[in-house]
């Protein structure tokens, strides 16, 4: 059984950080592509990065510069460090792996995703 799941958010003033893991269990990692979204009520789930097998990775407009997504394969964890962090990140964050789909755009692509947590920016 396949499970992903999210820790390390919470309240953090504008201009803080934090880190955000997703322990994943039932595959391995290292054979897929893992994207982080993040939604607010009301709005569509947005993409805000993503890292290949390769390794590579790419990144919403909105966070370039300011967030990096890594990955430790022996562990299974995905991270994703947040930097210089403003009210409007504020969202539940959610990771999601797939073996074809590293789209930014499309979600509902990926075959699995985690129940997300929540991260709150205060200005």
């Known amino acids: 059984q396949v499970q992903l799941v999210e820790s390390g958010g919470g309240s953090v003033q504008a201009g803080g950080s934090l880190r955000l893991s997703c322990a994943v269990s039932g595959l391995p990692i290292s054979w897929y592509c893992l994207t982080w979204f993040r939604q607010t009520p009301g709005k569509e789930r947005e993409g805000v990065g993503t890292?290949?097998?390769?390794?590579?990775?790419t990144y919403a407009d909105s966070v370039k510069g300011r967030f990096t997504i890594s990955r430790d394969n022996a562990k299974n964890i995905l991270y994703l460090q947040m930097n210089n962090l403003k009210p409007e990140d504020t969202a539940m964050y959610y990771c999601a792996a797939d073996t074809s789909s590293c789209s930014l755009d499309y979600p509902e692509r990926y075959d699995y995703r985690g129940q997300g947590t929540q991260v709150t920016v205060s200005s």
């Open positions: 890292i290949r097998r390769s390794g590579s990775t």
